[in-house]
């Protein structure tokens, strides 16, 4: 049986950069007008009453800094809270392969291939562009790669069960070389009016390549462990429904939506678990491993998964954060840790990389320095 090697990680960010005081500076003059607008209703209580968001209290309550973003601009206008994008036409490439194009680059350099090495490609992410011809199709054709290519959505959990898919497939010798991309364009999803979650997410790409083994150097996949359980907790109900929904505004889309208290409390506990077994399945004591690559949500929820894991307070060496400077960018935050906090590992040191998101969604690759 083939074994299957992460060979080279990419990470794209656009441009933009906002810090919580621009972000919370743009929200506020917005609910300054929208209060003297509509004081008259906001008073009768036909109209909701808008709060103003506070700059400390987003760093407090989850460790988030800066984001980067597709568009400030648009974001920071208080007459618009929304980013903008020119639309593009259908001969042009679309904004999502774009992101897994630059995302790719320093991925493949890394692992010395060329995009006609790849048989096949992956864009698991949280939410596509559109509905067909699939993002990783388009991506295969700008990459110059043969073979076939897949689209996968698992919300923040896309990039390990992506691997998980990619791991079975090395495995059963149906690829060889693969890249999966995780192009999050969340910015897009977000109500930035509304102060409980303006501040939650980034934009970014990050992308991975994994080969079968021919004596490569790189992360060994040893093995991965995904789970799921439903949950309302955090929903997003945009889709292709929204436009014949009776009863539903189409001037308003739906945005992300979430019980951030009720998910902290539950997907904690979940993931804690979920790392404990699948350390246990390896006969692995936590502490053996080197690191622990985790969804960046919440800096909080991260030390708190880790205490109950470590029994310890774990050190930033341990478990990188990387939300502070991007805040949560889905599927591609533990691919970002990975990334920026893997040149360290000797041969030999093993690693686990762990998502858990929106579904309730729990993914995890437990690796290995080769
Ligand atoms: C979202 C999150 C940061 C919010 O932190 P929290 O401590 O739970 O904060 P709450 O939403 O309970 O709000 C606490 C108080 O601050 C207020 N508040 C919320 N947003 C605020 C803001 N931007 N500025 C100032 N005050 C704010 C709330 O209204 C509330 O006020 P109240 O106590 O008077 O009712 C946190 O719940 C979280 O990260 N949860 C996990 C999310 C996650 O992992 N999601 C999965 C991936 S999508």
Redesign the pocket.
């Known amino acids: 049986m083939a074994t299957a090697i992460i060979t080279g990680s990419g990470l794209y960010t656009p441009k933009d950069i906002i810090s919580n005081q621009a972000l ?1 500076n743009s ?1 506020n003059q917005f609910v300054e007008q929208y209060q003297a607008k509509y004081h008259t209703e906001i008073a009768a209580g036909t109209m909701p009453a808008l ?4 700059p400390d ?2 760093e407090k ?2 460790g988030i800094k800066n984001r980067y973003v597709i568009d400030k601009k648009g974001i920071l206008d208080p007459n618009r809270l929304c980013p903008q994008i020119p639309q593009r036409s259908p001969d042009e490439i679309s904004v999502q392969a774009e992101m897994a194009l630059h995302a790719l680059e320093p991925a493949l350099a890394e692992a010395q291939l060329k995009g006609s090495d790849i048989d096949t490609v992956i864009c698991a992410a949280s939410v596509m562009q559109r509905g067909y011809p699939s993002m990783s199709v388009e991506i295969q054709h700008h990459l110059g790669a043969k073979g076939s290519a897949l689209d996968l959505q698992m ?2 959990s896309s990039a390990t069960f992506g691997l998980q898919v990619i791991n079975s497939l090395i495995q059963s010798g149906a690829a060889k070389k693969i890249v999966m991309v995780n192009p999050e364009i969340c910015s897009a999803h977000l109500d930035y009016s509304n ?6 997410f980034g934009d970014a790409c990050t992308a991975m390549v994994i080969e079968a083994h021919e004596n490569q150097s790189g992360f060994r996949i040893l093995s991965t462990q995904c789970q799921t359980q439903y949950s309302n907790n ?1 929903r997003n109900e945009f889709g292709f429904l929204n436009r014949i929904e009776a009863g539903r505004d189409p001037k308003h889309p739906p945005f ?1 939506t ?1 019980q ?2 009720k ?2 409390k539950e ?1 904690s506990s979940l993931a804690a678990e979920h790392l404990a077994n699948h350390c246990q399945q390896h006969q692995l004591l936590p502490a053996q491993l080197k690191r622990f690559w985790l ?1 960046q ?2 800096a ?2 991260n030390q708190l998964i880790l205490k109950k894991l470590l029994e310890t307070e774990p050190n930033a060496y341990q478990a990188p954060l990387v939300l502070d400077n991007y805040a ?1 960018t ?1 599927s591609a935050g533990c691919v970002i840790a990975f990334h920026t906090h893997k040149t360290d590992f000797e041969a030999g040191e093993k690693g686990l990389l762990c998502s ?3 579904g309730y969604s729990i993914g995890s690759a437990l690796l290995e320095k080769c």
């Open positions: 919370v929200l709060e103003p968001s506070d209290f987003i309550a989850s919300a923040c102060r409980d979650s303006h501040f939650i955090i992300f979430q951030g208290r998910v902290f997907v969804h949500a919440n909080t929820m949560n889905s858990f998101g929106a």
